[in-house]
T-cell receptor
Framework: AQSVTQPDIHITVSEGASLELRCNYS??????LFWYVQSPGQGLQLLLK??????LVQGIKGFEAEFKRSQSSFNLRKPSVHWSDAAEYFC???????????FGTGTRLTIIP | DGGITQSPKYLFRKEGQNVTLSCEQN?????MYWYRQDPGQGLRLIYY???????QKGDIAEGYSVSREKKESFPLTVTSAQKNPTAFYLC?????????????FGPGTRLLVL
């Protein structure tokens, strides 16, 4: 069964510092990979997605993610975080022929001044 | 403005009671989804519908029911058979399939048991 792991439950970063959130998926086929962001008490917003092609994907709000098949990873990065980036981030995976996404348990990001 | 509306924002359920959560979209999307979110567990798919008058069970459908009589509406009923209904419920929609099309999420409904 498809699954996705986000090993970090909570990360604290200083404003202006760089950020990397980890995501690992497990399954043999080519995955469809997504990163979503959720502000407290709100719905989710798509940051970026990967289907095929260039393994470095650019998203909204200055985020990017890199697909590494050899490591089964799709880590999210941002060179310089802003206080408004404080939120919960979810990685999700899907596979062709199965119209369902499986979400990770999320990483809560705290920004300190 | 186009978007997804969920109501109510908070809902309280008594023991043995069925409650219905509303989800409406004016994005003209074919596909709609219901997710349940619990602390530390991420989102889990309850039901999804890719077209009017058709829907499929997700990973945790037991104790829930849905209908899709109109393209813009996908109500979720939490039945008395759902023994642990306290959670945050999110509705989403997409133009087409979940893999190739972006899912847009509503603001959610928080269900609490009295």
């Amino acid at each position: 069964a498809q699954s996705v792991t986000q090993p970090d439950i909570h990360i604290t970063v200083s404003e202006g510092a760089s950020l990397e959130l980890r995501c690992n998926y497990s399954y043999g086929a080519t995955p469809y990979l997504f990163w979503y962001v959720q502000s407290p008490g709100q719905g989710l917003q798509l940051l970026l997605k990967y289907f095929s092609g260039d393994t470095l994907v650019q998203g909204i709000k200055g985020f990017e993610a890199e697909f590494k098949r050899s490591q089964s990873s799709f880590n999210l990065r941002k060179p310089s975080v802003h206080w408004s980036d404080a939120a919960e981030y979810f990685c999700a995976v899907g596979y062709f022929g199965n119209e369902k996404l499986t979400f990770g348990t999320g990483t809560r990001l705290t920004i300190i001044p | 403005d186009g978007g997804i509306t969920q109501s109510p924002k908070y809902l309280f359920r008594k023991e043995g009671q069925n409650v219905t959560l509303s989800c409406e979209q004016n994005l003209n999307h074919d596909a709609m989804y219901w997710y349940r979110q619990d602390p530390g567990q991420g989102l889990r798919l309850i039901y999804y519908s890719q077209i009017v008058n058709d829907f499929q069970k997700g990973d945790i459908a037991e104790g829930y029911s849905v209908s899709r009589e109109k393209k813009e509406s996908f109500p979720l009923t939490v039945t008395s058979a759902q023994k642990n209904p306290t959670a945050f419920y999110l509705c989403a929609s997409s133009i087409g399939g979940a893999l190739t099309e972006t899912q847009y999420f509503g603001p959610g409904t928080r269900l609490l048991v009295l």
